[in-house]
């Protein structure tokens, strides 16, 4: 089993930033991607970035780029978004997820998920 705990969002002006942070605890070996996901009142729950364990392959949605940046502290057994230039769309409680296999844009692939964090960005 493997614990996901987010953090780090909040109430922030358009044009602002925020990190978000996600601690996993438990069977790391679970954690060999971990994911972002978000989603907006009355929308899908949708795909934002993942990152591989060593790093060597980060992905992100068309929307987030530029703007977003994953990373991880495997020390820490932590992943990181840093958001910049928020924009009211960005509004969502944001999921971290995990999952044993490589990569995915597809919720159904991750095995577990965090309880999420509310991001709400004010125009």
């Known amino acids: 089993q493997v614990q996901l705990v987010e953090s780090g969002g909040g109430l922030v002006q358009a044009g602002g930033s925020l990190r978000l942070s996600c601690a996993a605890s438990?069977?790391?070996?679970?954690?060999?991607?971990m994911a972002w996901f978000r989603q907006g009142p009355g929308k899908e729950r949708e795909f934002v970035a993942y990152?591989?364990?060593?790093?060597?392959?980060?992905y992100y949605a068309d929307s987030e780029k530029g703007r977003f940046t994953i990373s991880r502290d495997n020390s820490k057994n932590t992943v990181y978004l840093q958001m910049n230039s928020l924009k009211p769309e960005d509004t969502a409680v944001y999921y971290c997820?995990?999952?044993?296999?490589?990569?995915?844009?597809?919720?159904?692939?991750?095995?577990?998920w965090g309880q999420g964090t509310q991001v709400t960005v004010s125009s």
């Open positions: 997820a995990s999952r044993m296999g490589i990569g995915g844009m597809r919720k159904s692939v991750y095995e577990y």
């Open positions: 438990g069977r790391t070996a679970s954690t060999y991607t």
């Open positions: 990152m591989m364990r060593n790093g060597s392959i980060t």
